[in-house]
Structure formats: C-alpha cells, structure tokens
C-alpha cells in the first residue's frame, strides 16, 4: 500500500485516510436521514409526475437539469421517502470528499512545497470540506441535489484531467453540465490550476482548449432549449446584469462573513438589495476586491493560497454574477467553493511545525464542524423545526415567519400558526402571503402557502 509522508513524519496510508473520511461523514450525516421534504422539494419531486417514473421522465426531455432529474427518479423509484433521497446524496458527498482527497494529494507537492505534512495537509483539506456545516444544504435538503451530484461530477473531471484522461474528464464534464449548468466554470478552473502550478497562461489554454469546446456546445444546445431561454428573460426581467452585480456583493459578503466563517447557516438569510451603495456595501466591495488581489498576487509565492482563494470566487460566479437570481444568497452556492477555503485550512494545519499541536489543531476544527453539522442535519427533520430555526436566524424576514406559520397551520396548530402569521405581517405589513394565510386559517382551502 502506498504512503505519503512528510520529511521526518510517519506516513499516512492512502487506505486509512480513505476511512477517516468516510467515517466521518457517515458520523456527520447519520442525523440527515430522519430528514422530511422541505420548501422546493414538494415541487421538485413530491408532487412533480415528470419524476415519479422513467416513462414521465423521458417524455419530460429534453428539459433542464436531465441528469438531476434522472438521479430523483431513480430515488423516487427505489424509496419514494426522504431518507432515500438524502442517502443517495450524503453518499455523493462522501465520493466528492473523497476525490478531494486525491486530488489535494496530487496538488500539494506543487502548490504548497514547503508543506511538511502534504499528507495530513490533504486529509485536513477533505475532511473540512466533508464537515462544513454549510454542505447540509446541499446534501440534506433533496432540492440541494443538483448541486451535490454536479459538483462530485466536477472533481471527478478535474481528476481524470490530472490522470490525463481526456476523454473521461469530457465525458465526466459534460455529465456535471448535465446534473448541473454552473459547472461552466471547469474549463477556467483547469487554467487556474496550470497557472497556479507556474505554467504560462497560453500552455494553460491550450490544455484546457478541448473542455472550452465542449462548453461552447452546451452553451449552443442550451440556448436551443425553450426553457432556459425562459429563465435567461425572466433573471432579465427581475434584475439587471449591472444590477446583479452590484446586488452580489452583499451576497457574497454574507457567504462569507456567515456560514464559511462563522458558521452561522440559514436556511433563508435575510439579505437585502441596498437601494444605493452604503458604507457596508463599500466594505463588502473593497475587501472583496482586496481578497481577489491578494488570490492573484500570492499565485507566485504561495500559489496554494492564490488557488484556493481564486477556486472560492470562481465557483461563486456562476450564482453571484450578472445572471439575477431570486434570493441573493443560499448556503449551499458554498458547496463546490468551499474546496479552496478547505485547502488553504489543510496546508495551514499541515504547515504547523509542531506535530502535536498541529494535529491537536485539526482534530479540533474537524470535530466542532462535525458536531456543527450533525446538529443543523436535526433541523431538516421537519417543515416546522426548519423554520423554528430560520427564524431565529432571521428574525426580521417575513418570507420566514409566513412559511413557519404554514408549518404550523398544516400541522393542525392554528394558534401558533396564527402567530406566526401576524409576526410575518409586523415585519412587513404589505405582506400579502401572510395576509392571506392568516384570513385562511378559518377556510384552509384558500391558503396560498408558503413562499
């Protein structure tokens, strides 16, 4: 069995740093399978027809997202209940930990040579991606599904890439394109790489060239497709492309600040369109700009740092760019671009010169991000405690007070959902959801829901 070890330290063996990772994400995810359908999910797949056969599904294509589409079909045929849903995700997320793994292992030697521990450096690196608490989202709520299944595509492609299996990497590419359209940024991810290794950017382009084609013709076949024109109008209609742009630095901002940083995950953050550019928006911009100028500046010296800095906001583009989207921010945009965050904790960990206290370190991070994520799976077990936890996290939105309310009323709980109602109607009193609900609650079968 082969090893990796730093000089002087004993090696870790590729087969247990496999179990270690596999392990703890099974620790971590064993609380998701008590999970319920959540928001979307009833749309997307409990009462959607085009997924609840393969006949229905191949009369639904072509369509968007066929590859996710297949995955909830196969789910649905296989279980039909949440638990299966969410199995056959925690196991994608477990492969795409994984990949991670092998891919952290090839690129540390050049990313980061002065690393004394490129082995535990790369197992840092998967395990707090696999950990995160941000990764629930994706993995435990099944409308994540999209997000979890192109991005273990995405790792595969880049591993087949570094295994110089074109082929396969197109072929894992277009798949990720499949389950997924942001996976349009792989081609520039593959440029990162090359150039982060100190190869010249036209070499990097020329690698990269066949994967550029390939997403010229999705490009082409997508806007063939009725129904991706129809979105491409309708984020056109709600925002312009300046617009986006200058909405996402708040997003982006509170990506960072609250789940990759802090920890503080929502299921529907309370994040605003600032009517004009404030103090705070001026912060967001400059530090953002400042974080990708250091990304750019540090790919010389320490092109680990610049790699995983630049992966981070590559990976946010396609969700945070002039395409309007209609919440400015979600926590599981994080899933993919947490790879360079985590990368840059595994060499910073792997970098501690004192052997003990650098494993006594990454113990510590991977067990409070694993007991962090094993809590938040608790709170997908029903529509109710997800909610009773958005609120809490923000208070001051009424989209998460109406939508609790209706937990409550579909539970039988009148008075509470009463409650809630009038709580979503305080906070903003032109609310017509709630107001509707809350007239509802003695006819239910006028009650719009959630929103």
């Known amino acids: ?48 027809a085009d997924v609840h056969s393969w006949a ?31 199995a056959f995700s925690v196991l994608c997320h477990a492969a795409g930990a994984l990949l991670l793994l092998e891919l952290a292992r090839r690129w540390l030697p050049e990313l980061a040579p002065a690393c004394p521990r490129a082995a535990f450096a790369a197992l840092a690196t998967a395990l707090v991606f696999a950990l995160h608490p941000a ?40 798949l990720a394109l499949a389950a997924r359209e942001t996976a349009w940024t792989l081609p520039f991810a593959l440029v990162l790489l090359e150039t982060a290794r100190g ?21 082409v076949a997508m806007a063939a497709m009725p129904a991706y024109r129809w979105l491409l109008q309708a984020s056109l209609a709600h925002r312009s492309p300046g617009e986006s742009v200058f909405a996402q630095v708040e997003g982006i901002a509170y990506l960072v600040t609250h789940p990759l940083l802090t920890l503080r995950v929502n299921f529907d953050p309370d994040v605003a369109v600032p009517s004009a550019p404030d103090l705070h928006w001026w912060i967001a911009a400059t530090a953002i700009a400042a974080a990708m100028g250091v990304g750019f500046a540090a790919l010389r010296r320490h092109p680990w740092l610049g790699f995983g800095i630049l992966w981070f906001f ?51 991070l991977v067990a409070a991000l694993g007991v962090s994520t094993g809590l938040r799976n608790l709170d997908y077990a029903s529509e109710i405690a997800l909610w009773q936890a958005t609120v809490q996290a923000s208070p001051g939105k009424a989209r998460a007070w109406n939508n609790l309310g209706y937990a409550w009323q579909q539970a039988g ?23 509707i609900n809350l007239d509802a609650l003695s006819a239910p079968q006028e009650a719009v829901g959630v929103d």
């Open 413 to 435: 709980d009148a008075d509470r959902a009463r409650a809630a109602y009038v709580r979503a109607l305080l906070q903003d009193p032109g609310y017509a959801r709630a107001r």
């Open 1 to 48: 069995m082969r090893a990796l070890r730093g000089p002087g330290l004993r090696p870790v063996r590729e087969r247990t740093a496999r179990f270690v990772v596999i392990g703890a994400v099974a620790l971590a995810f064993a609380t998701a399978l008590g999970a319920a359908f959540q928001f979307d999910d009833f749309h997307l797949v409990a009462r959607n």
């Open 199 to 219: 190869h010249a950017l036209r070499p990097a382009l020329r690698g990269a060239a066949p994967h550029f084609g390939l997403l010229g013709a999705a490009i």
């Open 314 to 364: 590559l990976q946010l583009a396609p969700t945070n760019g002039p395409i309007a989207r209609y919440d400015l921010a979600n926590d599981r945009e994080l899933y993919l671009a947490l790879a360079g965050p985590a990368l840059i904790a595994g060499v910073a960990l792997g970098s501690i010169r004192r052997r003990l206290a650098g494993t006594i370190a990454a113990l510590a």
């Open 56 to 86: 229905a599904w191949a009369a639904s294509m072509p369509g968007i997202r066929p590859l996710t589409k297949a995955s909830l079909t196969l789910s649905w045929t296989l279980a039909g209940k949440p638990a299966g849903f969410v």
């Open 135 to 174: 990764q629930t989202e994706a993995v435990t709520y099944v409308a994540g599904r999209s997000v979890v299944l192109s991005g273990v595509l995405y790792l595969a492609a880049l591993l087949a890439f570094e295994r110089a299996r074109t082929a396969t990497s197109l072929a894992l590419f277009a």
